[in-house]
């Protein structure tokens, strides 16, 4: 209502000012459904300028992402690459140096709105790393030392699709609160295109103090059916235990079985329409998630 759109208005003038004494604000747009798209930049201090393509981060829960892939699916590459333009000059225009993500909000008619950039390397830059083939901390730290970014724009090529999902130290079933303590078991899944960046190991302690992610999961393929199928498979090869410890994997795996989400068509709404949901009950035996005949790299399948 006008009203309340007066209070808020004027209440968040007084905490700008209070905070950064300055009270200017500005308005946005409200979406109720939209995609949560990236563009990652590489831009160094003598005016170059590269992006790496677009990644869609919609998979959230309390605006903290849980599922990453690039590049975006189901958008047409027209709109992929306006947006990916558009972020470019943008940080051009205002002298940004470094490795940076500007980030978007994509409404249902495919209009993009401008949300923020992050000035450092993101958790869900090895995604894109997968598909470019390009190193991206060391290329950030070229352009630290004042080296002419290495890269022109039609060298950059996407291949493939990659996708991320994070392994966090929660539980779910309550609302996503962390669920801490020491690891009895901990072996990450391997197998081709598929890699784990993580701190952690058998013996470690997961404590409550610092942010709950404990692994990266990333996979690559050629095509996006494949990458899912890769990445079901890790994560039913990640094995890990502890008392009190519980971790967000199931809840990806549901993620990974959503019609929307398997079509690319899901939006920043999909975790909390999944939690709204009733949990599907558990099984004594898991069923097998992917054949090997539906993958022709996956030579070899972890048992224990």
């Known amino acids: ?3 309340e759109l007066r209070r808020a208005y004027t209440r968040t003038r007084a905490a700008a000012q209070a905070a950064f004494g300055d009270d200017r604000v500005y308005v946005e747009r409200y979406l109720t459904e939209a995609r949560h798209v990236e563009v990652q930049v590489l831009c160094d201090a003598h005016g170059n300028g590269v992006h790496l393509g677009t990644r869609d981060c919609s998979v959230q829960r309390r605006h903290q992402k849980l599922v990453e892939e690039a590049p975006a699916p189901a958008l047409p590459a027209a709109v992929l690459d306006t947006i990916a333009e558009t972020a470019l000059r943008g940080a051009l225009q205002v002298g940004f140096v470094g490795a940076g993500t500007l980030e978007f909000l994509v409404d249902a008619e495919e209009k993009f709105h401008f949300l923020e950039i992050n000035c450092r ?4 830059h090895p995604v894109t790393e997968m598909v470019t083939g390009i190193d991206l901390v060391h290329e950030q730290l070229h352009i630290a030392a004042g080296v002419p970014l290495r890269w022109r724009q039609e060298e950059i090529r996407l291949h493939g699709v990659a996708v991320e999902c994070r392994v966090n130290t929660e539980d779910p079933a309550r609302g996503f609160a962390p669920a801490p303590g020491r690891l009895e078991r901990f072996t990450p899944p391997g197998g081709p295109f598929t890699r784990v960046d993580t701190h952690a190991s058998a013996g470690y302690l997961v404590g409550p103090w610092y942010d709950s992610l404990l692994a990266k999961v990333i996979v ?8 899912l199928n890769r990445l079901e498979r890790a994560l039913d090869e990640f094995d890990i235990a502890g008392p009190g410890v519980h971790t967000t994997i199931p809840f990806v795996r549901r993620v990974l079985d959503d019609a929307a989400f398997r079509k690319g068509r899901y939006t920043t709404g999909l975790v909390d329409r999944l939690l709204a949901a009733p949990a599907p009950g558990p099984t004594v035996t898991p069923a097998p998630r992917t054949a090997p005949a539906a993958d022709p790299d996956a030579t070899h399948r972890r048992t224990r």
Request: charge should be negative.
């Open 121 to 124: 390397i993101q958790v869900e």
């Open 220 to 227: 690559w393929a050629p095509d996006r059916e494949l990458a």
């Open 1 to 3: 209502a006008p009203r």
